[in-house]
């Protein structure tokens, strides 16, 4: 079993290195995106032949090495495979597996096709360490590899030109790159705290140790490290306030976007939440729950209402992902653990799908995003449309598609609990959802063909593309099914929910409401963006003169807030900084080098060549030791 | 009154400043290479002198090594002086300045 | 007594004699003295007891480096006398007199370290050149042996310093490569 770990986690880093050692400079090279992707399938078999082993015989743990030992300090480059870890190590490569595959068709024009690859894989790479880590400093490589990857990979096409905020969304890759890595910065350094907390107050850093040990900590310095750990989980999985990064990532190729929504980022902050569940179980921490709750809620109805009236394609499915993942915060605040990490992996497949589908879509129109221009693309892109529709309606919750399982217990969980605050929000942003989702398929499928006046010819993908996305398409449809397989096999690891018997007897009015909501919000799409002819959508211009459009358009002046408020003085700042720098930092350095030079100016008189003076120079210095030898003596 | 070592290291040093006057006012050649003879007997005069007051032969062996290493000194000094001399006809150091940076 | 009279007469002597060979304008005089100052100093040797070291000062130094300058000396015009600019003769005498000074103040301070232990005792009832062979041959073989080989080259540097072409300048080359590859063909060609 051992040797089935270590393949499944280093496979896609050989695939990334073969792309990017051997074909670094090369020009574009098809045989790169072929095994990376061979090599990342064969990961997903490995993880997939784990999976198995897991649930017979229980969680495999490897030792590859000692990694850090130094004073007490030891950290083992250690691997766990347990049943949380394996259901992330099989969403994650079957996610990544058919994106790889996706992007041999999507980048096949790209010059940068083996950069792409590299990095592609390199990225599934840091997130598998992330997964199977077993103690939180092979967690933090993971995490940091993650976040090295995806701005490598948002700033992909970073020759593309810097263009001004106010444009956005049209910002420019390096820019969606860089704020996308500072963010987690930010982000990253509460983690670091957090683990830095765990270590001084525990002295290990293995998961088994730290959550056995945490029990019999302070209250204080619980929640400190569960707000330390969430803060970092923020970053990763862009919640409030740190979320602005993740609709600006959309900048870079729609493969990574998919990518990062579904399998290798922004999962890792619902991932650390739930591996480290013990800890946010604690009664001492159960505020912090509650505030996880909360802001996943809060930010669910947030994301939903700005997708509500983005004209951006990827935007709109960007938004839809930091809703969901506030669904699932909202899960995990709740104490149901397993029902986020299963709404993690049903929406990790829908949402990879909504993605590959969009980037289809992107494709045919020539990398136009604007779903204005788009419409009628339905006859064009049969495939395409087929898939998205899935895609949606699995995320609109319909019933028999995954979406509906996992969504419906998040909300029969809030409703369990008591919490009805949540519960109402959570309802009324699931008929948002599926709302904005249905507008965005209507728009670009339906209606009046409104690319053709703007000379577009759009053209479906490649089939062999269409057809690796049919295992996507075929999860997000029969993913829940299998809720109660996998309740049973997740609950050995995590926490089992259970409903109470009350909440039991009204599971199915429950649901008959939220379906209610969802097909009163696609009915609504329906009605106000398919049609054609006279009924057609017209643009509204009063509403959109109105305050809340302005709002939400404006994604409620967030992103101008950091700007006015945190760049901008920062910017001042820097200058100023950069000013003392000059003057103190380089002054005293460029001193140094001038009192060098002036010295060597003014001694170049000796080297007159004159023999004679070199011996008086010579001599002179022979006096000054024998005075040092002789102050030397006189005080020794 | 008793010689000690004090006198001998006295009488050393004052002939090594004679030499070290030597070297510093010499422009000859010839005369420069006197000089340091001059001071390298003072030193040889010294160890032997602190050699006697330990009782310990290692300030004797220093002075044959000393006496040792001027001969070969000599001997090539000379040997390019002789070269010198042919070079430029004159062993002034005034003349040499070919080491002007 | 005769001790103290001795270190005087030979201090006094030595003192003068090197500062005539540091001042004197004349080369033959300057050697003279120096010949002479180096005989005197062997008479500390003696006084010291290291006689064998004062032999070997008067047949090294008196004899063989002196014949060396002697004859190094007919190669140079030695008859007239030197002429020397002293650009600030001051400072030389300021620098010298600061460093006898300094030696005189450092020296005339008691002698630290009393308990140091010699290394290689002089034994008594051995006699010195005895003792000093001793020791040579026994702790300072490797030094011996290297000074010996230092003596070689330098025996060797000197010879084809000095004796090699005796008509030719070293340096100078006046035959340039071209005409002398063209004279050995010319030999050759006869």
């Known amino acids: 079993m051992e040797s089935l770990v270590y393949v499944a986690l280093f496979a896609p880093f050989v695939g990334s290195m073969f792309a990017g050692l051997f074909f670094g400079n ?325 949402k990879a799908l909504l993605f590959l589908g969009a980037g289809n879509v992107m494709h045919a129109m020539d990398d136009e995003l604007d779903i204005f221009k788009m419409g009628g693309l339905k006859k064009a892109m049969m495939g395409s449309y087929i898939y998205m529709g899935i895609a949606s309606v699995a995320l609109a919750g319909l019933p028999i598609f995954a979406g509906f399982y996992s969504k419906d217990a998040i909300i029969e969980t809030a409703f369990n609990e008591g919490t009805y605050i949540i519960w109402g929000i959570l309802v009324i942003t699931a008929g948002m959802t599926a709302f904005y989702s249905f507008r965005q398929v209507f728009f670009s499928f339906h209606g009046e063909k409104r690319y053709e006046a703007l000379g577009f010819h759009p053209h479906d993908m490649y089939k062999y593309v269409l057809v690796a996305m049919a295992p996507l398409a075929i999860l997000a449809i029969s993913f829940g099914w299998f809720m109660d397989d996998f309740k049973a096999f997740i609950t050995k690891n995590l926490p089992a929910y259970e409903m109470s018997h009350h909440t039991h007897h009204w599971a199915w009015l429950l649901g008959l409401i939220v379906v209610i909501i969802a097909v009163a919000g696609i009915v609504i799409a329906y009605k106000k963006y398919a049609g054609k002819g006279a009924n057609a959508w017209k643009r509204d211009e009063e509403f959109e003169a109105s305050f809340i459009y302005k709002l939400l358009e404006n994604q409620y002046y967030v992103p101008k807030f950091y700007d006015e408020f945190l760049v901008k003085p920062y910017t001042i700042a820097s200058e100023k900084f950069w000013a003392i720098d000059k003057a103190v930092v380089d002054g005293s350095v460029d001193l140094i080098a001038k009192a060098f030079y002036k010295s060597g100016d003014v001694s170049r008189g000796m080297q007159n060549g004159n023999l004679s003076s070199y011996l008086n120079w010579m001599g002179a210095g022979a006096l000054l030791l024998v005075v040092a030898a002789a102050l030397a003596t006189a005080i020794g | 009154m008793e010689i000690g070592i004090g006198h001998y290291l006295i009488l050393a040093g004052l002939l090594f400043s004679i030499g070290f006057v030597g070297v510093l006012r010499r422009k000859n050649l010839l005369m420069l290479f006197f000089a340091t003879e001059v001071m390298l007997n003072a030193v040889n005069v010294a160890f032997t002198a602190i050699g006697n007051y330990y009782g310990d032969l290692s300030g004797q062996m220093f002075a044959f090594f000393v006496i040792a290493v001027a001969a070969s000194e000599v001997a090539v000094g000379l040997g390019l002086l002789i070269v010198l001399y042919k070079k430029y006809g004159s062993l002034d150091l005034e003349t040499i300045s070919s080491m002007k940076g | 007594m005769y001790e103290v009279i001795a270190f005087y007469i030979f201090a006094i002597s030595t003192t003068i004699l090197f500062l005539i060979t540091v001042m004197s304008k004349n080369v033959l005089y300057a050697m003279t003295a120096l010949a002479a100052g180096m005989v005197m100093i062997s008479g500390f040797f003696f006084l010291l007891g290291a006689d064998f070291l004062g032999v070997v000062q008067l047949i090294v130094y008196v004899g063989a480096v002196m014949a060396l300058y002697a004859f190094a000396m007919m190669f140079f015009d030695a008859t007239k006398d030197i002429k020397e600019k002293h650009q600030n003769p001051a400072l030389v005498f300021l620098l010298g007199g600061l460093m006898a000074l300094v030696f005189v103040v450092m020296f005339s301070a008691p002698i630290i370290g009393e308990n140091v232990q010699a290394l290689y005792p002089i034994v008594d009832g051995v006699g010195n050149a005895q003792a000093v062979g001793m020791v040579l041959f026994t702790k300072y073989l490797v030094p011996f042996e290297v000074a010996a080989v230092m003596l070689l080259v330098a025996m060797i540097a000197g010879i084809i310093l000095a004796g090699k072409k005796m008509d030719y300048s070293l340096t100078e080359c006046e035959v340039s490569d071209q005409e002398l590859e063209d004279e050995i063909l010319k030999g050759e060609a006869k």
């Open chain 1, 26 to 350: 090369a020009p574009r090279n098809a045989i790169t995106g072929w095994v990376a992707s061979t090599l990342l399938f064969v990961s997903f078999l490995a993880s997939v032949a784990l999976a198995v082993h897991v649930v017979h015989h229980g969680s495999v743990h490897v030792t590859m090495m000692d990694w850090i030992s130094a004073g007490d300090l030891s950290i083992p480059f250690g691997f766990l495979v347990d049943e949380v870890s394996v259901t992330m190590m099989v969403v994650v490569t079957l996610v990544s597996t058919v994106v790889h595959i996706y992007s041999t068709g999507y980048m096949d024009h790209d010059k940068s096709y083996n950069r792409f690859f590299s990095y592609l894989s390199a990225f599934v790479f840091s997130m598998l360490i992330l997964v199977m880590s077993d103690n939180f400093a092979g967690l933090f490589i993971g995490w940091e590899g993650v976040g090295v990857c995806s701005w490598l990979l948002v700033g992909f096409w970073y020759h593309k030109a810097d263009r001004p905020f106010e444009e956005n969304p049209s910002i420019s890759p390096s820019w969606a790159a860089n704020e996308a890595f500072i963010m987690n910065r930010v982000a990253d350094l509460g983690m670091l705290v957090g683990i830095f907390l765990i270590y001084w107050n525990i002295g290990s850093l293995q998961y088994d140790v730290v959550f056995a040990a945490m029990p019999n900590l302070a209250d204080g310095i619980l929640v400190a490290i569960a707000i330390a750990l969430f803060i970092g989980a923020m970053g990763k999985s862009a919640q409030f306030p740190l979320h602005t990064w993740l609709t600006d990532a959309m900048e870079g190729p729609t493969p990574v976007s998919a990518l990062i929504h579904a399998a290798t980022m922004v999962t890792a902050g619902v991932f650390l939440v739930i591996r480290a569940n013990p800890l946010f179980s604690l009664e001492a921490v159960s505020g912090v729950s509650l505030f996880i709750a909360a802001l996943g809620t809060f930010v669910a109805f947030y994301a939903a209402s700005m997708a509500l009236i983005a004209r951006d394609i990827k935007r709109i499915v960007a938004l839809s992902t930091l809703s969901q993942l506030g669904y699932m915060f909202a899960a995990a605040g709740l104490g149901a653990y397993w029902i986020a990490l299963f709404h993690l992996a049903a929406h990790a497949f829908f």
